[in-house]
């Protein structure tokens, strides 16, 4: 027989996919591949079959060509990765040219005999062609991503340039100059950042992403006015120690950024996350229920230890001072049960080991271990209802600001014992934010929510200081519009940071009752005037009793709808899907706005309300897109239904968008608008409603109908090129053509339309 045209090789195929961009730029050719590899060998081929492998071992060996040809244009551009890159594209290339060999089967009538290797005669060759060809062009998708990575740490490179040279101005001139292009860096670097976040596969990482992002858009506008009041005030200390405090988070941020994308550890300076109760909960219950297959899985001292450990972690909340006395004893109480089952359980244990009659004992140790499960999950229990009933009474009691709003009073008045006084006041509310943030750690229930908690502890440690010297700067020179501002914008971080928590406290509950978990994205509160210059001078005002009487049916209305909209998202098999997060995001403002009928929520004044209809509205638009992508995969009348309630949404949309843009003046005026703007809410969110089962429906039709290839390629992204191969057996319908190289050069044509900017 003559040797695989593919011969030996070490190409090294161990290498880690990291995005999602990568992994389902692989997955067609994966599939067309183990088409080759799988086909049915039968005695006798019809010339269908075996057209339809040679017109499947063409198509790749094609692709592989083009691909290739997109790959060593990079490494022309990409000095550093030319050597790595070529030797990557000349391994794909030879595999493509291999998998073309054998899959040149000729025809049903033509003998088998004439000595020619192909894909029936050297199916050993056909595995190496195969593992050979998809480790290269995986080699040659991860030295692309270098790529991805090398433009975010240019871009970080020149935002830390102009960093510096900000923070060393001297006039207004030279500072409005130069942020100028530090806003322009920003917004480059920002889109980087972003669509590295979403490609990203590691949820933990994305946390950690969004939440060093979110730092740099806030610290954006406080390093604006901080600055400003430094300039205008050279010699004030406290402005001093407010602007310096904003440009080291910056830089803090950017790293963290760095460190996430480039997996570097800076100085060592990376801290492993705190063990949370959840997780030491979970390990021990493994550790216990694994005794039912294996009575040696462990032993009785390492459980022992597990439980000690967890108990110990459960300090964190006997030992608050915010923590009442009854929650206190019923927490230490179901401590004690705990370790008294854990006894049970060990003496059972220990008895089911030495047992002759394995029955018996294997029953007494199965009652053991459902008795401290359950324990356990009490203990659990009452730990979330401590955490979460302690959030949820801080958010309500620091809903009004009051401290906030006496602070802005005091400085304007230029009354410093006033400050300090009222200083004293909120670093008091911050340490109670802090400590209910690790309590929330504690019972958050999984590794991104932990990592938003720590985002938000430290958001808060951060920002109630910074709100103190704010305000003391104002006392200080109580007549500076600049300071007014500036203690204005750290006030709005605090604001927002509440927002934020309030939307993790229902992400934490949605965890514990087992609905959604972290796949929702959170959405702040949009600041006045950062959506809509009309709503700057608008009069927030709250709604009064006899209103909120009036509006009662409608909110209900609205919280019925969010809740079935937030059970048909959970039907979905896809819920990373465009569609399915875009609705959760909808019905999570629905519900705020709900919450503001009944005078409860962050949603504390009519201007609020107006400013969450607003970003409603524009996520309804997005949604509608996602729509409109979604319907050109269907047939007719199919199309024809979604492309109908689409319509429908867009109008409603716009219609809401206007409406809370179009200002009002007396009070019948502003309840007759958010009236308006609640029913449009209420329709929107109908309308979804009935869109979702409809999209889910039709999705697990086409996936159902179409093979695992054709569905990556049709619902993805469809290349008009593309050729069914109509066969027997395992090749029938499949799609021939190129796995991924039109998204590859895409890719690229974005780098370099960065590049150019």
């Known amino acids: ?59 790749v060996s094609v692709a592989v060509g083009r691909f290739v040809t997109v790959g060593e244009a990079i490494a022309s551009e990409n000095q550093e990765l030319k050597d790595e890159m070529g030797q990557a ?33 050297d199916r050993t060759g056909m595995v190496k062609a195969a593992r050979l060809l998809l480790s290269s062009v995986t080699k040659v998708l991860v030295l692309a991503d270098r790529i991805v990575i090398k433009q975010i740490i240019t871009s970080r490179n020149k935002v830390l340039v102009t960093l510096d040279k900000l923070e060393r101005v ?91 994308v480039t997996e570097a550890r800076s100085c060592g300076e990376n801290k492993v996350l705190p063990t949370s109760i959840y997780n030491t909960i979970k390990d021990f219950k493994c550790s216990v229920e694994c005794l039912r297959e294996n009575l040696h899985s462990s032993t009785p001292q390492i459980v022992a230890a597990e439980l000690e450990a967890l108990v110990e972690r459960t300090e964190d909340f006997t030992d608050s001072p915010y923590t009442s006395h009854e929650r206190r004893q019923a927490i230490l109480g179901l401590c004690q049960l705990a370790r008294q089952d854990t006894q049970q359980l060990v003496h059972a244990w220990i008895e089911a080991q030495q047992s002759v009659l394995a029955k018996e004992g294997t029953e007494e140790l199965e009652v053991a271990i459902l008795k401290t499960c359950q324990s356990i999950s009490d203990l659990r229990r009452e730990l979330h209802k401590v955490a979460v009933g302690r959030a949820s009474d801080l958010l309500k009691a620091h809903g009004e600001h009051l401290p906030l709003r006496a602070l802005k009073a005091a400085g304007a008045e230029g009354n410093l014992e006033a400050v300090a006084e009222y200083s004293r006041t909120l670093t008091e509310q911050k340490e109670q934010l802090v400590e209910t943030c690790r309590l929330l750690c504690h019972v958050s229930g999984t590794e991104p929510l932990e990592i938003t908690c720590i985002h938000a502890e430290e958001t808060f440690h951060v920002i109630g200081p910074q709100i103190i010297s704010a305000a003391q700067t104002l006392a200080l020179h109580p007549s500076s519009k600049i300071a007014k501002e500036n203690l204005e914008v750290f006030c709005e971080a605090w604001d927002s940071q509440l927002c934020d928590m309030a939307l993790l406290l229902k992400e934490i509950n949605d965890v514990f009752e087992g609905r959604r978990g972290d796949k929702r994205p959170y959405l702040s509160l949009p600041r006045p005037g950062k959506h809509s210059a009309n709503l ?170 179409r093979t695992s290839l054709s569905s990556l390629q049709d619902w993805g992204d469809r290349q008009d090129a593309s050729t069914p191969v109509k066969e027997e057996g395992a090749l029938s319908s499949k799609n021939t053509n190129g796995f991924g190289v039109k998204s590859l050069e895409q890719h690229m044509a974005g780098l370099n339309l960065l590049e150019s900017k």
């Open 1 to 59: 027989m003559a040797s695989s045209p593919c011969g030996n090789t070490n190409f090294d195929s161990g290498l880690e996919i990291k995005t999602r961009s990568v992994e389902q730029t692989l997955i067609p050719l994966v599939s067309q591949i183990t088409t080759l590899i799988n086909h049915k060998d039968r005695p006798k081929k019809s010339e269908r079959t075996l057209a339809a492998i040679h017109r499947v071992g063409q198509a």
């Open 89 to 121: 594209c000349f391994e794909a290339r030879r595999a493509g040219d291999a998998i073309a060999q054998l899959t040149d089967v000729g025809s049903a009538m033509q003998p088998q005999t004439d000595g020619r290797v192909t894909v029936f005669s």
């Open 170 to 260: 001297s006039t207004f001139q030279e500072f409005v100059q130069i942020f100028s292009q530090f806003g322009n860096e920003m917004v480059e670097f920002a889109h980087l950042t972003g669509d590295r976040q979403n490609d990203l596969k590691d949820e933990k990482k994305k946390a950690r992403m969004a939440a060093a992002r979110a730092v740099l858009e806030k610290c954006t506008m406080m390093l604006l006015t901080a600055s400003k009041t430094c300039l205008r005030h050279p010699d004030c200390e406290s402005a001093r120690i407010n602007k310096d405090a904003v440009f080291h988070r910056m830089r803090c941020a950017l790293e963290q950024v760095i460190e996430i």
């Open 536 to 705: 700057k001078t608008a009069k927030a005002v709250k709604l009064d009793a006899e209103e909120q009487t009036s509006m009662a049916k409608l909110g209900l209305e609205l919280r019925l709808l969010s809740s079935d909209v937030d059970s048909e998202v959970e039907k979905w098999e896809e819920q990373e899907h465009d569609i399915v997060r875009q609705s959760q995001s909808l019905a999570s403002m629905a519900y705020n706005m709900y919450l503001f009928t009944r005078g409860e929520g962050l949603l504390k004044t009519t201007l609020d309300l107006f400013h969450q209809a607003e970003v409603l509205s524009e996520e309804g638009l997005q949604l509608c897109s996602s729509l409109r992508k979604f319907s050109s995969q269907l047939v007719d009348e199919e199309k024809s239904v979604v492309i109908t309630e689409m319509e429908k949404l867009v109008a409603l949309c716009q219609q809401l968008q206007m409406g809370a843009k179009t200002p009002v003046q007396g009070k019948t005026a502003t309840f007759q608008k958010v009236d308006s703007n609640i029913q449009t809410t209420r329709n929107i969110m109908t309308v979804v409603f009935s869109l979702l089962p409809v999209c889910n429906k039709l999705i697990k039709k086409y996936k159902s109908e």
